[in-house]
T-cell receptor, first 112, second 114 residues
Framework: DQQVKQNSPSLSVQEGRISILNCDYTNSMFDYFLWYKKYPAEGPTFLIS?????DKNEDGRFTVFLNKSAKHLSLHIVPSQPGDSAVYFCAAVTGGYQKVTFGIGTKLQVIP | DSGVTQTPKHLITATGQRVTLRCSPR?????VYWYQQSLDQGLQFLIQ???????AKGNILERFSAQQFPDLHSELNLSSLELGDSALYFC?????????????FGAGSRLTVL
Protein backbone atom coordinates (compact mmCIF):
# COMPACT_ATOMS: atom_id res chain seq x y z
CA ASP A 1 0.00 0.00 0.00
CA GLN A 2 1.68 3.14 -1.25
CA GLN A 3 0.70 5.89 1.15
CA VAL A 4 2.68 8.59 -0.61
CA LYS A 5 2.23 8.73 -4.36
CA GLN A 6 4.15 10.62 -6.98
CA ASN A 7 2.34 9.77 -10.17
CA SER A 8 4.64 11.55 -12.58
CA PRO A 9 7.89 9.62 -12.97
CA SER A 10 9.48 12.43 -14.96
CA LEU A 11 9.06 16.08 -15.90
CA SER A 12 10.86 18.31 -18.39
CA VAL A 13 10.81 22.08 -18.08
CA GLN A 14 12.54 24.92 -19.89
CA GLU A 15 15.03 26.96 -17.93
CA GLY A 16 13.37 30.01 -16.39
CA ARG A 17 9.91 28.46 -16.35
CA ILE A 18 8.01 27.08 -13.39
CA SER A 19 8.41 23.44 -12.36
CA ILE A 20 5.49 21.89 -10.51
CA LEU A 21 5.96 18.53 -8.86
CA ASN A 22 2.93 16.82 -7.36
CA CYS A 23 2.41 14.40 -4.52
CA ASP A 24 -0.69 12.71 -3.14
CA TYR A 25 -1.07 10.89 0.14
CA THR A 26 -3.66 8.59 1.62
CA ASN A 27 -2.90 8.55 5.33
CA SER A 28 -4.73 11.35 7.13
CA MET A 29 -2.45 10.85 10.13
CA PHE A 30 0.50 12.41 8.33
CA ASP A 31 1.22 15.72 9.98
CA TYR A 32 4.46 16.87 8.39
CA PHE A 33 5.63 16.78 4.81
CA LEU A 34 9.07 17.14 3.28
CA TRP A 35 10.68 17.30 -0.13
CA TYR A 36 14.09 15.81 -0.75
CA LYS A 37 16.27 16.26 -3.80
CA LYS A 38 18.62 13.58 -5.05
CA TYR A 39 21.47 13.88 -7.54
CA PRO A 40 23.02 10.77 -9.12
CA ALA A 41 25.53 8.97 -6.89
CA GLU A 42 24.49 11.02 -3.88
CA GLY A 43 22.03 10.51 -1.06
CA PRO A 44 18.81 12.52 -0.88
CA THR A 45 19.15 15.98 0.64
CA PHE A 46 16.46 17.93 2.43
CA LEU A 47 14.90 20.73 0.39
CA ILE A 48 11.81 22.14 2.09
CA SER A 49 9.09 21.08 4.50
CA UNK A 50 5.60 22.03 5.61
CA UNK A 51 3.56 21.34 8.69
CA UNK A 52 -0.01 20.15 8.33
CA UNK A 53 -1.23 23.29 10.09
CA UNK A 54 0.00 25.42 7.19
CA ASP A 55 -0.96 25.53 3.54
CA LYS A 56 2.16 27.17 2.13
CA ASN A 57 5.84 27.41 2.89
CA GLU A 58 8.33 29.34 0.84
CA ASP A 59 12.11 29.24 0.70
CA GLY A 60 13.69 31.25 -2.06
CA ARG A 61 12.76 29.74 -5.41
CA PHE A 62 11.01 26.81 -3.74
CA THR A 63 7.43 26.85 -2.48
CA VAL A 64 5.46 23.93 -1.14
CA PHE A 65 1.66 24.02 -1.10
CA LEU A 66 -0.49 21.71 1.00
CA ASN A 67 -4.16 20.97 0.37
CA LYS A 68 -5.23 18.79 3.27
CA SER A 69 -8.78 18.27 2.09
CA ALA A 70 -7.47 16.86 -1.18
CA LYS A 71 -4.53 15.12 0.51
CA HIS A 72 -2.28 16.74 -2.05
CA LEU A 73 0.91 18.72 -1.94
CA SER A 74 2.99 20.30 -4.64
CA LEU A 75 6.46 21.75 -4.98
CA HIS A 76 6.89 24.82 -7.16
CA ILE A 77 10.30 25.88 -8.41
CA VAL A 78 10.45 29.34 -9.91
CA PRO A 79 12.45 30.06 -11.95
CA SER A 80 13.77 26.61 -12.80
CA GLN A 81 17.50 26.28 -13.34
CA PRO A 82 19.55 23.50 -14.98
CA GLY A 83 21.08 22.73 -11.57
CA ASP A 84 17.62 21.79 -10.35
CA SER A 85 17.72 18.70 -12.56
CA ALA A 86 17.45 15.85 -10.06
CA VAL A 87 15.04 13.32 -8.63
CA TYR A 88 12.60 14.85 -6.15
CA PHE A 89 11.11 12.73 -3.38
CA CYS A 90 8.00 13.66 -1.50
CA ALA A 91 7.94 12.38 2.10
CA ALA A 92 5.42 12.37 4.91
CA VAL A 93 5.77 11.93 8.65
CA THR A 94 3.38 10.73 11.31
CA GLY A 95 3.68 12.17 14.77
CA GLY A 96 5.52 10.46 17.56
CA TYR A 97 8.56 8.60 16.39
CA GLN A 98 10.25 9.58 13.20
CA LYS A 99 8.69 7.29 10.61
CA VAL A 100 9.21 8.91 7.26
CA THR A 101 7.32 7.51 4.27
CA PHE A 102 8.72 8.36 0.86
CA GLY A 103 7.18 8.44 -2.59
CA ILE A 104 8.95 6.86 -5.56
CA GLY A 105 10.28 10.17 -6.82
CA THR A 106 9.90 12.40 -9.88
CA LYS A 107 12.86 13.00 -12.16
CA LEU A 108 13.02 16.66 -13.14
CA GLN A 109 15.00 17.77 -16.16
CA VAL A 110 15.48 21.49 -16.67
CA ILE A 111 16.45 22.19 -20.26
CA PRO A 112 18.81 25.14 -20.84
CA ASP B 1 29.77 15.65 2.20
CA SER B 2 26.62 15.17 4.27
CA GLY B 3 28.51 13.89 7.31
CA VAL B 4 26.90 10.45 7.07
CA THR B 5 29.43 7.89 5.87
CA GLN B 6 28.46 4.60 4.29
CA THR B 7 30.75 1.76 3.30
CA PRO B 8 31.19 0.06 0.97
CA LYS B 9 29.95 2.22 -1.89
CA HIS B 10 29.57 -0.76 -4.19
CA LEU B 11 29.32 -4.45 -3.47
CA ILE B 12 28.85 -7.38 -5.84
CA THR B 13 28.13 -10.79 -4.42
CA ALA B 14 26.38 -14.04 -5.20
CA THR B 15 23.04 -15.47 -4.15
CA GLY B 16 23.08 -17.18 -0.78
CA GLN B 17 25.90 -15.02 0.53
CA ARG B 18 25.91 -12.63 3.48
CA VAL B 19 27.06 -9.01 3.49
CA THR B 20 27.41 -6.24 6.04
CA LEU B 21 26.81 -2.59 5.26
CA ARG B 22 28.22 0.01 7.59
CA CYS B 23 27.06 3.50 8.48
CA SER B 24 28.61 6.25 10.58
CA PRO B 25 26.04 8.92 11.46
CA ARG B 26 26.62 12.64 11.41
CA UNK B 27 28.44 13.87 14.48
CA UNK B 28 25.98 14.43 17.30
CA UNK B 29 23.11 12.49 15.71
CA UNK B 30 21.72 9.70 17.86
CA UNK B 31 19.16 8.21 15.48
CA VAL B 32 20.11 6.02 12.54
CA TYR B 33 17.73 4.84 9.84
CA TRP B 34 18.14 2.32 7.05
CA TYR B 35 16.28 2.59 3.75
CA GLN B 36 16.23 0.39 0.68
CA GLN B 37 15.71 1.75 -2.82
CA SER B 38 15.04 -0.88 -5.46
CA LEU B 39 14.58 -0.15 -9.14
CA ASP B 40 11.55 2.09 -9.72
CA GLN B 41 10.73 2.02 -6.04
CA GLY B 42 10.74 4.77 -3.49
CA LEU B 43 12.82 4.72 -0.38
CA GLN B 44 11.49 1.82 1.68
CA PHE B 45 12.02 2.23 5.41
CA LEU B 46 13.73 -0.77 6.96
CA ILE B 47 14.63 0.02 10.55
CA GLN B 48 15.50 2.79 12.98
CA UNK B 49 17.84 2.86 15.96
CA UNK B 50 18.16 5.47 18.65
CA UNK B 51 21.21 5.55 20.90
CA UNK B 52 21.78 1.83 20.50
CA UNK B 53 18.19 0.66 20.78
CA UNK B 54 15.84 -0.43 18.05
CA UNK B 55 12.95 2.04 17.87
CA ALA B 56 10.97 1.32 14.73
CA LYS B 57 10.75 -1.41 12.17
CA GLY B 58 9.49 -1.14 8.65
CA ASN B 59 9.50 -3.58 5.77
CA ILE B 60 12.62 -5.41 6.86
CA LEU B 61 12.94 -9.05 5.91
CA GLU B 62 13.78 -11.67 8.52
CA ARG B 63 16.98 -12.37 6.58
CA PHE B 64 18.08 -8.83 7.37
CA SER B 65 19.20 -7.54 10.74
CA ALA B 66 20.80 -4.41 12.04
CA GLN B 67 22.35 -2.98 15.14
CA GLN B 68 23.72 0.26 16.47
CA PHE B 69 26.92 0.15 18.48
CA PRO B 70 27.97 2.25 21.51
CA ASP B 71 29.95 4.58 19.25
CA LEU B 72 26.64 5.09 17.36
CA HIS B 73 27.75 3.56 14.08
CA SER B 74 25.33 1.06 12.64
CA GLU B 75 25.57 -2.09 10.58
CA LEU B 76 22.96 -3.69 8.36
CA ASN B 77 23.45 -7.41 7.84
CA LEU B 78 21.88 -9.06 4.82
CA SER B 79 22.00 -12.85 4.66
CA SER B 80 20.89 -15.62 2.30
CA LEU B 81 20.94 -13.03 -0.42
CA GLU B 82 18.55 -13.25 -3.32
CA LEU B 83 18.57 -11.53 -6.70
CA GLY B 84 15.76 -9.27 -5.53
CA ASP B 85 17.93 -7.88 -2.75
CA SER B 86 19.91 -5.95 -5.34
CA ALA B 87 19.28 -2.33 -4.46
CA LEU B 88 20.67 0.89 -3.11
CA TYR B 89 20.79 0.89 0.67
CA PHE B 90 20.78 4.28 2.33
CA CYS B 91 21.59 5.15 5.87
CA UNK B 92 20.32 8.38 7.37
CA UNK B 93 20.74 10.03 10.72
CA UNK B 94 18.94 12.66 12.77
CA UNK B 95 19.55 14.33 16.11
CA UNK B 96 16.56 12.95 17.97
CA UNK B 97 14.03 10.20 17.97
CA UNK B 98 10.78 11.93 17.23
CA UNK B 99 9.31 15.07 15.90
CA UNK B 100 9.71 16.52 12.48
CA UNK B 101 13.42 16.03 12.26
CA UNK B 102 15.16 16.27 8.95
CA UNK B 103 17.06 13.18 7.96
CA UNK B 104 20.60 13.49 6.67
CA PHE B 105 21.40 10.75 4.19
CA GLY B 106 24.63 9.07 3.24
CA ALA B 107 25.55 8.46 -0.37
CA GLY B 108 24.32 4.88 -0.22
CA SER B 109 25.73 1.40 -0.73
CA ARG B 110 24.86 -0.24 -4.02
CA LEU B 111 24.44 -3.98 -3.64
CA THR B 112 24.37 -6.22 -6.69
CA VAL B 113 23.47 -9.87 -6.18
CA LEU B 114 24.36 -12.13 -9.12
Amino acid sequence: DQQVKQNSPSLSVQEGRISILNCDYTNSMFDYFLWYKKYPAEGPTFLISISSIKDKNEDGRFTVFLNKSAKHLSLHIVPSQPGDSAVYFCAAVTGGYQKVTFGIGTKLQVIP
Amino acid sequence: DSGVTQTPKHLITATGQRVTLRCSPRSGDLSVYWYQQSLDQGLQFLIQYYNGEERAKGNILERFSAQQFPDLHSELNLSSLELGDSALYFCASSPAISGANVLTFGAGSRLTVL
